[in-house]
Every structure is written in C-alpha cells, then in structure tokens.
C-alpha cells in the first residue's frame, strides 16, 4: 500500500495517475476528499499534516509514503508524520524537497525542507528525497495577464532556472516508490534546459501562435502583487528569495536524474507548455 499525502496538488494528483497502472494498492490522504475526484480503485481518507490523530489511520497498513508539504509548518508536519510511521510499522518515506539544498542555498524555503530532511536521517527510517528546482507550472501564475492583454510581469528577467515538468516529478517519485535500491538517497530533479522568464515567455507565444511580450518588474512590485494576491507575507518573501537564485549561477545547473529514474528524457517546457495550453485562453 502505498499513501499520497498532499493527493488533490499538482505533484500528487499527478502521482496517483502515474501509479494507477501498477496495480499497488493507493491511498490518497487530502484535507478535503470531496474535491479528489479519483477512480474507486484509490481508498480516499481525510487527512491533515497539521493533525497528528488523522495519520494513524492513513498509515495503517503502508508500506510506502509520499510526503508533500511546503510551507514554515513543514518541519513540524514532517515530525508529526515521522512520529505516526514509527508508531504504524516504520514504512519507506519518499520526501518531496528543493534542488536549492543541493545547491547550499539558505533562503527560507530551502531551511524549511533542510528540517524535515534531517528530521528523517534522525529517525530510523528509510527515505528517498526527491529535490526538483522551480516547476513549469508556475507559468501557469501568468494566465491571467496573458489572456487580458498578450503580457507578462515577472522579476529577475536575466536569470535562468532549469524548470522541470511537475509529471517528471510524478516520474521520479513512482521509480523511488516502486523500485529497488532508492533507500536513503536524495535526487536533484531538474528540466532539460535552464530557461529565462522572457524565454519561456517566447516559447509560450510559439505554443499559442500569438505574439506575447515579456515585461520585467521590480523586485518591490512583485512582492506587491503577492500580497495584493493575498500570499502570506512569510511565503511571499520566501518565494522572492527563491526566485532569485535564477540569478546564480548555480540556478541554471542540469541534472540527468529524470532520464535516470524515469527511462526517459525530462520533458522540454515546449512540451509541457502544449499540454497546458488551455489554461492561457
């Protein structure tokens, strides 16, 4: 039996799909079953990180956890469910992490998964972390200005960051979650090609064969709009400082671990874009 927290997400929505076919028996664990819209053959229960009493029960019987949580309660959601599998039978716990930690970033996302990570090499059981950098998805942020007026508005236009398909996360986290040999390993997970906002953008107006342009803000203004968004402040000066590391080096750094655990190549931000492309208008 295999438990997806965080079930109902982009990442984890995408992992029950993908496991689906294995034929392993799936739970998936979401605050809110009536939005899970899953086939029969996945067991659905109510579940919250933030509620130590509900995880017993989603770990009955587990033998495999993907653990999703983000966020400056993740250390102590990650202990509360390290605390529920020791006391369930000790199951194979594969975290989803940040590329950021691989790469000694200190920005506060990059802290809160470094808690549960060592939490995890603390408590006795096996795990997996899976680190990927920034997600092709967060493009889908600019849908809005896209489909009003051809446009978008990001910070930091001269970075570049190797953003990877949240299905290939799904990828690497079925091979971690069904394979050999993963026990106690942490993946860097990045796309195939370290990509400038303004580069996707242009990938984006090939995608819809509309001419799009790409405005660049300040730092200040994007962290307004977070805000305005109704993003906690916390998340929100997170957010920005992870954003910034596009502009290092470092940012732009592949990895070949997508092709490595998936047996196939990570796939490109065209490809993603074209699969998406509905949510632009």
């Known amino acids: 039996m295999i438990l997806i927290t965080g079930a109902t997400g982009t990442v984890g929505r995408e992992l029950v799909v993908q496991l689906l076919p294995s034929g392993i028996p799936l739970r998936a664990m979401t605050r809110d079953p009536s ?4 086939p029969e053959s996945v067991e659905v229960v ?20 993907f653990l999703l949580f ?19 039978g000790s199951p194979h716990i594969v975290k989803l992490s940040a590329l950021s930690i691989a790469r000694d970033a200190k920005d506060p996302i990059s802290t809160w998964h470094q808690a549960g990570e060592q939490a995890l090499r603390d408590s006795g059981l096996t795990w997996t972390f899976l680190r990927p950098g920034a997600f092709m998805s967060n493009a ?22 190797a953003v990877i398909d949240p299905a290939d996360i799904a990828a690497a986290a079925v091979a971690a979650l ?29 995608v819809l064969d509309r001419p799009l342009r790409f405005i660049p803000v300040p730092e200040s203004a994007a962290l307004d709009g977070m805000l305005k968004a109704g993003m906690p402040p916390i998340v929100a000066d997170a957010t920005m400082q992870t954003m910034a590391i596009a502009l290092e080096p470092a940012g732009s750094q592949l990895e070949p671990t997508v092709e ?9 931000f065209a ?3 074209q699969a998406h492309r509905a949510a632009f208008g």
């Open 140 to 161: 889908l942020r600019w849908a809005g200005s896209i489909s009003s007026h051809d446009s978008v508005y990001a910070p930091y236009g001269e970075g570049r960051a």
């Open 70 to 88: 983000a966020g400056p309660n993740s250390a102590e959601h990650d202990a509360n469910l390290i605390a529920a599998a020791l006391e369930a």
């Open 35 to 38: 939005r899970a819209d899953f």
């Open 178 to 206: 069904t394979g050999l040999g993963h026990e106690n390993t942490a993946y860097s997970l990045t796309g195939p090609a370290a990509l400038s906002p303004g580069e996707q953008v242009e990938i984006l107006s090939e």
């Open 271 to 273: 490809e993603w874009a």
């Open 46 to 65: 109510a579940g919250d990180l933030a509620q130590p009493s509900l995880l017993l029960r989603a770990l009955k019987a587990v033998d495999q956890v």
């Open 260 to 268: 490595q655990l998936a047996g196939r190549p990570a796939r490109t």
